[in-house]
Structures are given as structure tokens and as C-alpha cells.
């Protein structure tokens, strides 16, 4: 079975520091990747996915994310933090094939702090 | 375009009592999966249809049904509400379900009270 481990369900960074937001994940099988971010009651947004190819996947707003396998890890990253960038963010594991649905973590929060 | 529409955004019920929550997909997206969020948690797994059929099941008791409509409209619904069925539910769809390039869009979800 899939799942995913967010390290730190609170983050705090100073505005225009670095983003760093920490997910591992674990999969018996080649796993698709996601990060999401929701906003204060939205619904959640794709930032982005990795599925096959490239290991740095570039997203929306400036966000990025490498896929390590030999670390199982699929870490988050902004270089500069903005202020609109506080929101809660959950990465989340899908088999490459089958009929299976996501499994998100349990989420981390971000503040930014003036 | 609309983005997936939830309905209501808001409820408040007693236990024992029976919930509907509807969902509207983006146009031309044919399936719907429904999440449960509980607060402090990630979004759970509860179901997904796609073209009117059942192509998932989460771990939840039978107290939870849904059911999606010729207008790829879906309804989830739970009987016998207990306390720890308060959550945030999020509908989301996408246009083909488990494909390499699927993408979800989610709506704002419900957020159900129970008392």
C-alpha cells in the first residue's frame, strides 16, 4: 500500500527565505507524486505532479520538486518566501497504474512571517 | 467555465440523522471522487465514479453511499451520522479517472457539523 509522511505539521519562514517542505513516501511500486495547497476554506489546488521523466518538476508559483527515489523523498521548495504563500499544504502518492485513488499526508502549514 | 460547485457549504445535524451532499463537476469531466477531511488531516478516500459507475471504494462504513447522475452530477450521502463524521468534504472531478495525466479539481467542499 502507498503512503505519504509530511515531517512537521508547522512551518514558519521569514518572508523571502527559503521554502522547504518535507514529504517521503512510501510505494511497493514506481509511485506518481503530488504536492497541493489550500488555501483558508477552498478546496485544495494541484501545485504539481511528477509522474515519469524529469526528477526537478516545476509547478505553479514559483514552487518546485525533486523525486529521489534512493531517498524516497519528494521534497518541496520555494527560494523566497511570499506572504500569500501561507496556506496548508499536503503532498500525496498514487500507484502508476491500477485503479487506485490518492493518498494524501497529513498535511503541513505554512506561515509567513513580515 | 464554473469550477466543481458543492452544495451546501455549510451543514449543522444531530446524530442518527441523514446527510445529502451534491456535487457538480467542471463541464465535460465524467468523474467524481469524493473526499473526507477531517480537521487536522489529510483528505480520505471515499468513493469514485466515473460514467455512472462505482471505479472506487475508501475504507468507510456502509453508512456512506453515493451515486452519480446522467449529468455526471454525484450526491454522497450518510445515514445514522455519528460525532466523528464531522469533517470537510471535498468533491473533486476530472476528465478521465487514473490516467497518467489525470488531474483532479476540487470544489470548496461541505463542512458538516454533527452535534
Known amino acids: 500500500a502507498q503512503s505519504v509522511t509530511q515531517l512537521g505539521s508547522h512551518v514558519s519562514v521569514s518572508e523571502g527565505a527559503l521554502v522547504l517542505l518535507r514529504c517521503n513516501y512510501s510505494s511497493s511500486v514506481p509511485p506518481y507524486l503530488f504536492w497541493y495547497v489550500q488555501y483558508p476554506n477552498q478546496g485544495l489546488q494541484l501545485l504539481l505532479k511528477?509522474?515519469?521523466?524529469?526528477?526537478l518538476v516545476k509547478g505553479i508559483n514559483g514552487f518546485e520538486a525533486e523525486f529521489k527515489k534512493s531517498e524516497t523523498s519528494f521534497h518541496l521548495t520555494k527560494p523566497s518566501a511570499h506572504m500569500s504563500d501561507a496556506a496548508e499544504y499536503f503532498c500525496?502518492?498514487?500507484?502508476?497504474?491500477?485503479?487506485?485513488?490518492?493518498?494524501f499526508g497529513k498535511g503541513t502549514r505554512l506561515s509567513v512571517i513580515a | 467555465d464554473a469550477g466543481v460547485t458543492q452544495s451546501p457549504t455549510h451543514l449543522i445535524k444531530t446524530r442518527g440523522q441523514h446527510v445529502t451532499l451534491r456535487c457538480s463537476p467542471i463541464?465535460?469531466?465524467?468523474?467524481v471522487s469524493w473526499y473526507q477531511q477531517v480537521l487536522g488531516q489529510g483528505p480520505q478516500f471515499i468513493f469514485q465514479y466515473y460514467e455512472k459507475e462505482e471505479r472506487g471504494r475508501g475504507n468507510f462504513p456502509d453508512r456512506f453511499s453515493a451515486r452519480q447522475f446522467p449529468n455526471y452530477s454525484s450526491e454522497l450521502n450518510v445515514n445514522a451520522l455519528l460525532l466523528g463524521d464531522s469533517a470537510l468534504y471535498l468533491c473533486?472531478?476530472?476528465?478521465?479517472?487514473?490516467?497518467?495525466?489525470?488531474?483532479?479539481?476540487f470544489g470548496s467542499g461541505t463542512q458538516l457539523s454533527v452535534l
Open positions: 500525496a502518492v498514487r500507484k502508476d497504474s491500477g485503479n487506485t485513488p490518492l493518498v
Open positions: 473533486a472531478s476530472t476528465e478521465i479517472p487514473q490516467s497518467p495525466n489525470e488531474k483532479l479539481f
Open positions: 511528477y509522474t515519469t521523466g524529469a526528477t
Open positions: 463541464s465535460g469531466h465524467k468523474s
